[in-house]
């Protein structure tokens, strides 16, 4: 989401975009809360002979190591972020798009977060689902749809968690230790953090662990640009809970604790750390903010604040950062650091679980996923590992998905259908002959009467002749069923053929009629007459066969 | 849950409605041996007779036979038919009477049993004809009572009761009952195949010939009776003949029986194999040899069958079978069929029933070196896989089941089934002799280690291990607490000292490990004690390592689960108690934990919301200070504010678990200071009895009575070491009344002061005085009138001790001394509320203003009493002397001796409720309005 604007401003992108309410609302929260951290530092100068490659080589680690940094991008502006807004069309889960006639598309509950999506793609006979960021765990949004995910051709699974080894309860217990450990020894907690997602569900955790941990007096600031907007979105979306936090809103309560700790000022929110903040801040205190990649945010300051002393600590929760890279500008560091993060997306146990419950015919994902870690080579557990074995693919890669799209719906106008005679050909089955005219428009197939040629008016214009749709001809009647041999050998004899000579073949029967030279082929899915120069035999002989078939 | 007893004096003889008369129901329900005396069964026989399924509860004629079984000494059931002549008359009339409730002919064929068992009654019986028709199953078959189990257990469980001597068995034979008790051995109902299989092994050998004793350890449960049932060898031809003839036909006749039903021709008959299997264990390791041989004979063969077939369902008895065949032969012996057979069982080619065959050898401690060294190498198969740690050597002898065993492992569910199996066998395994065990102990251990590394996800990427299992085993809780048990029993193990510091290493990555559940951490930190227990020399482990463990002790005693703050408070409390214990006296330098830093985390613990942690707080603190109580050492600031926060939970903690602690905790700190050797310190030892009065009246005032008991005990602890000195005095608990009654409570830690050396003079009035100053007295009389039981009769034990000991004879005695003169004078403060108006109530005092107190309330007297106001504006002086000679104390002890279900757990009661059931259900029956009211509690 963070990436759009890129792509639809940049890119010549005149198409549409399909997210879910909360996902618009809440990206576009994210996105000015980035803007307004860029922009509240505005550059004088953009530096750019740095990436000249031979320079580059010279810098210290990380830079040097960075690929490709001529496609690194300025940020964008939030004139930006709102026309890119501008092209999305919201959707709601399990609504179904069509797209071109071509395919529908239609979004589930993922589980992640508020608003998050896997898609089912389908045609009439092939569905694919496309499996991204997803959850088991029971958090604050809708739970995941698993169900709809069933008799899926393909399934493209993505997202799975970037933190394998960390269980998010584990890493949650984790965090609240640590936190108390340093507001008992009289420290600060620094929480780097997005504005919304896990936060709504730390708050939770602190709600319930504050008093246990007697850390009642204990302030708890949260400092965003959105803070406020973040937090009352979350109590709002309350079509996108999960089932229990749904039925508080009939209470009615409000879904999340927090407005409690708001309301109770145990959790104090404020745009920036200038203004009222800077009046009522009151230590020891925990502090989240932003932004979670040190680089930028309000967590600077507090960096700078209370990086030097030995009783604060920092612990990162967002998974998206290497806590060593983001902290490494800031050593020598006294405070203390802890990583716990909370990544809640699918574990392999997890998708293990998942697939046998989906079934998919096939799975395609990430080359990663399909062995273990480079650094965990022994982690067998850390694989996919299925039957048939997933098509992986790379960055970049052009796959063709391991089906082909054999039929195609076509309709048939109700005048038409009328008019068919159905002829039973098997208990159940029926079949009947069609002609008519196929109408596809929009990857949509119609099949319409033939047009009656308009009567010819006996006088008028010759040259109009030409312009008039061919005449359509009969069609000569299909046939069915098969030529039992015994049968047909009787006939043939009571019609004066009896020097026949029956070969077996693999696929039916040769008879050679030696007194004719002829030959017939009596096969299952055709009968084949070879007759050189003797049309009344050939066309007697055919009449026979004809006489064991059905014509439709 | 019970009903209310109202004794109904029509139904009984009036001696036993005299509810003032406790002393001889004490004597006649409590003793065997007085049948005369105890009370008429006829309404009882009546009720059973008329209307069996009326019964109060199916448990009644169950407690009808326990007591009856509690009547009769063994072989003296004629007794029982002397004293209680209608209980011939009941058990024909129901034998005759089939229409009778199946219970109840349960209850007579049981009765009839345990009656026959004596030979004369049994004779009786005969007589009568009762013995033929009750145990007829053709009878029963005939009234079609016998589909019901309940029939069926009786006549079995009667059987058994009754063949105690040679005539029974000769009954047994001659009604030709044997065919039904085999029949028996595969009968639908579980409880009924489990009687008639225990009949069978009773039948076996209980009637065997006599043989010397050779027991292999095994108990023998009728010892005394069967040394005059049993036919000895040379009984067999002279005296016994006909007996003898009786028991070769029943071994006959059960063996051919077992020998056919051991081998199973379809797997639906493994059940009766299991069954029969189960049967022979105790046979062979009971049997004499005659009936052992026999056994041997006929069994070998289809054994061996079993053995090849290889159904694992039988595994584990089939091993119990031939495991007991085979240490009931001598080792020279020469034919070595069991030896084989326990060679095949340890080398099928399933690696589960291998292990288990294999765990079946360990456990039944057999003896034989071969197989035991055989069974050690297939136990530690599985880990040996796993970490790739070469337990085994380089023995290819091994191979074929290597690759099976690895095969298997690759299943989740077989993997961590084996391992566990592995696991829990590990620690006897290196119990085991060095010439049997393929590796040294510590190999073991290090392989256990590197096991649990594999299960926290640490997978060395130069483990030779084998990493196709390893995803079944990471983050498996049962095998990481398999593991964790293995090491912790692993400690006691010899030469495993060098791997401590592995040890700690991986038990602190295990508390650490943020997915670590609650039982982890706690047997983590089991391990972690005892291997510091073990270990006296903890100088190996590194600094770093310390500091982790402190690291991971402050984390945890924030944790969110209290279960796992309770388990690291209470880890703090056992090192402390570990490491300051006086037989590992260690350098401070060597504490794992630093003990100022243990302190600030105990009290901070003190005010955690869980009240189970509070408690473990305490526990813990008491055993950080128990050192520095017992050294003597200056009290610190801290040390006071410790017994300041634990003077207010005890006073405003609102769960018991806590408050209880608190008086633990002191309890332990007096018993410390009082007998130890060494002087207390002077500011130390005035915090402490400055604190106790407020501990005593707080704790006698508590809502729970354990807290109250706890400040009895206190209590206690005061008077023995104010009368140390004193000749006289003797604890309740060395008093040769004192008996503890059941349900008693009983401290799970003995606190005791030193006696102090005789010869030292103690002034009886000045040490009254201090114990009624200190509030010892008040506490022992508020307990005294207490409505829980157990604070009354300690209060009461304690109160017979104060009065043994300064109380004169009698206040009139013109001889008093000078002593006890001035011991009479000694007052004592009685509340006009409360505890007081109780205790004046019993002392018959009557106050003016009585009436008017009667309108205050408890918590109002509560209050007052709290202030001081209560005793100062109404209380009374009473002289101590006075009051203990006139609370009647002895009678009191004797009622609240006795447990407060006495009378309803009496036999009489039983009666009572059989006949009162049957009248109330009589009622109800004409009365069909009318409900029968049962008070539940």
Redesign the interface.
């Known amino acids: 989401m963070m990436a759009l604007p890129y792509i639809t401003e940049h890119t010549g992108f005149t198409g549409t975009v399909y997210a879910t309410e909360p996902t618009l609302q809440i990206g576009r929260l994210l996105m000015e809360e980035l803007v307004n951290f860029m922009e509240r530092v505005p550059k004088s100068q953009s530096a750019t002979c740095w990436k000249n490659k031979e320079i580059q080589r010279l810098l210290p680690c990380p830079l040097k190591d960075a690929v490709e940094v001529w496609t690194w991008k300025r940020s964008y502006s939030m004139q930006e972020v709102n026309s890119a807004l501008s092209k999305v069309q919201l959707v709601g889960y399990s609504q179904k798009v069509e797209l071109f006639g071509a395919v529908q598309i239609s979004p589930l509950s993922s589980g992640y977060s508020l608003g998050s999506s896997n898609w089912i793609i389908q045609s009439h006979h092939e569905k694919v689902s496309y499996v991204s960021g997803s959850s088991l765990l029971t958090t604050h949004p809708q739970p995941m749809d698993q169900s709809s995910l069933k008799n899926s051709d393909v399934l493209i699974l993505t997202g799975l968690t970037q933190m394998p080894?960390?269980?998010p309860?584990?890493?949650l217990?984790?965090f609240?230790?640590?936190l108390?450990?340093t507001i008992?020894a009289g420290g600060n907690v620094l929480v780097p953090c997005y504005s919304s997602g896990v936060i709504y569900d730390l708050l939770e955790c602190l709600y319930q662990?504050i008093?246990?941990?007697?850390l009642g007096t204990t302030p708890f600031y949260f400092i965003s640009p959105v803070a406020n907007s973040s937090l009352e979105f979350s109590q709002i979306f309350a079509e996108w809970l999960c089932h229990n936090k749904q039925s508080k809103v009939y209470l009615p309560e409000p879904p999340f604790p927090h407005a409690e700790l708001i309301q109770t000022n145990k959790l104090k929110h404020y745009p920036s750390i200038h203004g009222d903040f800077s009046s009522e801040f009151r230590q020891p205190c925990v502090v989240f903010t932003g932004h979670p990649s040190l680089r930028f945010g309000d967590v600077v300051h507090f960096m700078e604040l209370w990086g030097k002393s030995s009783i604060n600590t920092i612990i990162f929760t967002e998974p998206d950062f290497s806590y060593l890279d983001a902290l490494a500008p800031y050593q020598p560091l006294a405070m203390k650091c802890v990583y716990?993060p909370i990544d809640t997306r699918l574990n392999f146990h997890q998708v293990a679980k998942l697939l046998k419950e989906v079934q998919p015919l096939h799975v395609v994902c990430p080359e990663q996923y399909t062995q273990p870690p480079p650094s965990?080579?022994?982690?067998?557990?850390l694989m996919l590992e299925l039957q048939p074995p997933p098509v992986p693919y790379r960055r970049c890669s052009v796959l063709n998905l391991p089906f082909r799209r054999r039929y195609e719906r076509v309709y048939i106008l109700p005048e038409l259908a009328n008019s068919l005679v159905p002829s039973e050909i098997k208990p159940g089955i029926s079949v009947a002959t069609v002609s008519a005219v196929l109408h596809s428009k929009d990857n949509k197939h119609t099949l319409q009467s033939v047009p009656k040629p308009p009567p010819v008016p006996p006088s008028k214009k010759r040259k109009r002749v030409m312009e008039e749709p061919p005449v359509v001809q009969a069609p000569k009647p299909l046939l069915s069923g098969a030529v039992p041999l015994e049968a047909f050998l009787a006939t043939l004899q009571k019609h004066g053929i009896t020097e026949v000579k029956v070969e077996e073949t693999v696929d039916g029967h040769i008879l050679h009629l030696q007194a004719d030279d002829t030959l017939i082929q009596l096969e299952e899915d055709g009968t084949h007459i070879v007759c050189d120069n003797n049309e009344p035999l050939r066309t007697t002989l055919r009449d026979l066969v004809l006489r064991f078939l059905q014509k439709l | 849950m019970g009903s209310r007893k109202v004794v109904r004096p029509e139904l009984f003889p009036a001696r036993w409605t005299c509810r003032g008369n406790r002393g001889i129901q004490k004597n006649i329900w409590g003793c065997k041996g007085v049948i005369r005396h105890s009370p008429d069964i006829m309404p009882v026989c009546e009720v059973l007779l008329d209307s069996g399924s009326s019964l109060p509860d199916d448990t009644s004629l169950e407690k009808l036979l326990d007591w009856f079984s509690g009547l009769i000494e063994p072989g003296e059931g004629g007794a029982l038919l002397e004293a209680h002549p209608c209980l011939l008359e009941f058990i024909s009339a129901v034998v005759h009477k089939p229409s009778s409730d199946p219970s109840v002919i349960s209850f007579v064929l049981k009765v009839c049993g345990l009656v026959a068992a004596a030979e004369d009654a049994f004779k009786m019986l005969q007589a009568h004809s009762i013995l033929d028709l009750a145990f007829n199953h053709q009878h029963w078959h005939r009234a079609g009572l016998w589909e019901d189990p309940c029939v069926r257990i009786g006549w079995i469980q009667g059987l058994r009761k009754m063949l105690q001597h040679l005539e029974a068995l000769r009954f047994f034979v001659q009604a030709d009952l044997i065919p039904e008790l085999l029949q028996l051995q595969t009968d639908s109902s579980l409880f009924v195949v489990s009687a008639a299989n225990q009949l069978l092994a009773h039948i076996l050998l209980f009637f065997q010939p006599a043989f010397p004793t050779r027991r292999n350890g095994v108990h023998m449960e009728h010892d005394d009776m069967m040394s005059h049932a049993r036919i000895t060898e040379t009984d067999l031809p002279e005296v016994h003949t006909e007996t003898s003839k009786c028991y070769a036909a029943v071994v006959v006749t059960i063996l051919e029986y077992i020998n056919e039903s051991l081998v199973t021709k379809d797997n639906s008959q493994l059940r009766q194999s299991r069954q029969i299997l189960k049967v022979l264990v105790p046979l062979l390791a009971q049997a004499g040899p005659f009936l052992r041989d026999k056994l041997l004979q006929s069994v070998t063969d289809s054994l061996e069958e079993l053995v090849t077939a290889g159904y694992s369902q039988l595994t584990l008895p089939l091993m119990d079978v031939i495991l007991a065949a085979h240490s009931s032969l001598s080792p020279d012996d020469p034919d070595q069929r069991m030896g084989r057979l326990l060679s095949s069982m340890l080398n099928v080619n399933k690696p589960s029933d291998l292990i288990h065959a294999a765990a079946a050898v360990l456990h039944r401690g057999h003896q034989d070196t071969v197989h035991t060294a055989r069974a050690v190498r297939i136990l530690l198969l599985p880990l040996d896989i796993i970490t790739g740690h070469t337990l085994l050597g380089t023995n290819t002898a091994d191979e074929e089941h290597q690759c099976s065993m690895a095969e298997q492992l690759k299943s989740k569910t077989s993997c961590i089934s084996l391992i566990c199996v592995c696991l829990t066998n590990a620690p006897h395994v290196t119990l085991m002799p060095a010439d049997i065990l393929p590796c040294p102990p510590c190999s073991i251990v290090a392989a256990v280690v590197s096991l649990l590394s594999i299960c926290s996800g640490c997978v060395s990427s130069s483990s030779s291990g084998h990493a196709e299992v390893f995803r079944n085993v990471i983050g498996s809780s049962k095998v990481q607490k398999c593991a964790l048990e293995a090491v912790t029993r692993l400690s006691s193990s010899p030469g495993v000292k060098d791997e401590l510091t592995e040890v700690f290493t991986v038990l602190i990555r295990y508390l650490s490990n943020p997915d670590s559940d609650r039982t982890i951490i706690h047997k983590s930190y089991q391990a972690l004690v005892k291997w510091t227990i073990v270990c006296k020399d903890l100088s190996s482990i590194k600094d770093q390592l310390r500091q982790d463990l402190t690291d991971v002790v402050k984390k945890r005693v924030c944790d969110m689960r209290w279960e796992v703050r309770d388990s690291t408070v209470e880890f703090l409390g056992q090192l402390a108690g570990v490491l300051k214990s006086p037989e590992m006296e260690r350098d401070t330098s060597e504490a794992l934990l630093d003990s100022c830093c243990c302190l600030t985390l105990l009290r901070e613990a003190l005010r955690d919301p869980e009240s189970y942690v509070r408690a473990s707080a305490i526990a813990a603190l008491g055993q950080t200070l128990a050192h520095s109580w017992q050294q003597g050492a200056a009290l610190t600031q801290e040390q006071t504010d410790v017994v300041n926060q634990l003077l207010e939970i005890l006073s405003q903690d609102t769960e018991g678990f806590a408050r209880r602690a608190v008086m633990q905790y002191f309890l332990a700190w007096f018993s410390s200071c009082a007998s130890h050797t060494s002087p207390p310190s002077s500011s130390r030892s005035s915090l402490l009895m400055s604190s106790l009065s407020s501990v005593l009246s707080l704790g006698t005032a508590d809502l729970d009575w354990e807290v109250k008991v706890h400040s009895l005990e206190l209590a206690e602890l005061l008077l023995d070491k104010a009368f140390s000195g004193c000749p006289d005095y003797r604890k309740p608990s060395e008093r040769p009344c004192a008996s503890l009654h059941p349900y008693a409570v009983v401290s799970d830690q003995t606190y005791a002061v030193h006696r102090h050396t005789p010869g030292v003079e103690c002034d009886l009035s000045d040490v009254l005085n201090n114990l009624v100053k200190q509030g010892v007295v008040s506490a022992l009389l508020s307990g005294l009138v207490d409505c829980d039981r157990p604070v009354g009769l300690k209060a009461c034990q304690l109160l017979i001790s104060l009065r043994e000991t300064v109380g004169p004879p009698s206040k009139d005695e013109v001889n008093a001394t000078p002593t006890t003169a001035a011991v009479a004078k000694v007052t004592c403060e009685v509340p006009s509320c409360g505890w007081g108006k109780e205790i004046r109530r019993i002392l018959g005092m009557k106050t003016c203003d009585e009436d008017e107190e009667a309108d205050l309330t408890a918590d109002e007297c509560g209050d007052m009493r709290k202030q001081g106001k209560g005793e100062g504006g109404r209380s009374v002086s009473v002289s101590v002397c006075e009051m203990l000679r006139s609370l009647g104390l002895d009678a009191r002890l004797d009622i609240l001796s006795q447990s407060s279900d006495h009378v309803h757990n009496s036999p009489l009661s039983l009666l009572q409720d059989i006949v009162m059931s049957s009248a109330t259900h009589t009622q109800t029956n004409t009365q069909p309005g009318q409900e029968v009211i049962v008070d539940c509690y």
């Open positions: 080894t960390a269980n309860d584990g890493m217990g984790e609240c230790n640590n108390a450990m008992r662990f008093d246990s941990a007697n716990c965990q080579s022994h982690r067998s557990d």
